[in-house]
């Protein structure tokens, strides 16, 4: 099994295609191939100590999910899977999609909930990302001056990702025991 899991939620395709991004730049011992969560058991997932997850901000602030028009289960259905879960020991990471320009009021705001999720259940959330570059006007994402994890904004500045995973991934590998 790979040492970290590597699993995220979508609706358009493009979480997906950071998170395969993600992974084209590790091997299979350590790194998972990348997973949507409506493909994985809880007991799957659980049997990773390290984590890094993404998700898109859909509509005004939500996960995506069948309630917010997704064709499939995402985020929305599979928390509810894993709530009696106990994180405590386990390092997650996160990414998140938004648009800062057409939902300025709730950028990222899913990549928040997953925060609140995880820490609440115990996880050591690393990867907290500047809100430098980025013109929104409120976030449940950004807790102490910083986003929770890794912000991506491919409707608006999709020429800085390459960039910003990059940079974000040299940031997270200590916690996660890897040398880029």
């Known amino acids: 099994m790979a040492k970290i899991g590597l699993f995220f939620g979508s609706n358009t395709g493009k979480t997906r295609k950071v998170a395969k991004s993600i992974k084209k730049r590790f091997d299979d011992e350590t790194m998972s191939d990348a997973v949507n969560v409506n493909r994985v058991s809880a007991e799957d997932f659980a049997q990773y100590q390290f984590l890094i997850l993404g998700t898109p901000t859909l509509g005004e602030g939500e996960l995506p999910g069948l309630s ?45 909930e997953l925060h609140s999720f995880f820490t609440e259940r115990g996880a050591k959330v690393v990867g907290a990302w500047s809100t430098d570059g980025y013109e929104f006007e409120g976030s449940t994402a950004v807790v102490d001056g910083k986003f929770v994890g890794l912000a991506l904004d491919l409707d608006n500045q999709s020429g800085k990702t390459d960039e910003r995973v990059a940079a974000w991934l040299a940031q997270i590998a200590p916690e996660f025991g890897l040398s880029l």
Do not use: H, R
């Open 68 to 112: 917010s028009d997704c064709e499939n289960e995402s985020w929305e259905e599979f928390l509810p899977k894993i709530e009696g879960l106990d994180f405590s020991g386990k390092t997650v990471a996160l990414f998140g999609l938004g648009d800062q320009v057409g939902y300025p009021e709730n950028f990222l705001d899913a990549m928040g």
